[in-house]
């Protein structure tokens, strides 16, 4: 088995920044890449970033992208979401997933296998 924590989050102005943190431990030989979703209060989760380790490839969705930046250690199973210039329809549950097996786009819940706790990110207007 696998588990994902994170931490960060919290509350922050429009225009602030944050930064969430996701350590994987446990059977973790088979990590091909990791990822950040969302979800919203009455919306469906949706896909936020991703990095495959193998040459640090990393994609986001239009939405957040040039403010939203994955970083993390292969070696050490942690991923890292820096967010910056927050905006209000930002305010999500976060949550951090582990893809173990390759998969084609890194952007489907379906590509990943574990999921962390999830952490509550609120934008202020």
């Known amino acids: 088995q696998v588990q994902l924590v994170q931490s960060g989050g919290g509350l922050v102005q429009a225009g602030g920044s944050l930064r969430l943190s996701c350590a994987a431990s446990?059977?973790?030989?088979?990590?091909?890449?990791m990822g950040w979703f969302r979800q919203a209060p009455g919306k469906e989760r949706e896909f936020v970033a991703a990095?495959?380790?193998?040459?640090?490839?990393?994609s986001y969705p239009d939405s957040v992208k040039g403010r939203f930046t994955i970083s993390g250690d292969a070696a050490k199973n942690t991923v890292y979401l820096q967010m910056n210039s927050l905006k209000p329809e930002d305010t999500a549950l976060y949550y951090c997933?582990?893809?173990?097996?390759?998969?084609?786009?890194?952007?489907?819940?379906?590509?990943?296998?574990?999921w962390g706790q999830g952490t509550q990110v609120t934008v202020s207007s």
């Open positions: 990095i495959r380790w193998s040459g640090g490839l990393t």
């Open positions: 997933a582990l893809a173990p097996w390759p998969v084609a786009t890194m952007t489907l819940l379906t590509d990943y296998r574990y």
């Open positions: 446990g059977r973790t030989f088979s990590n091909y890449g």
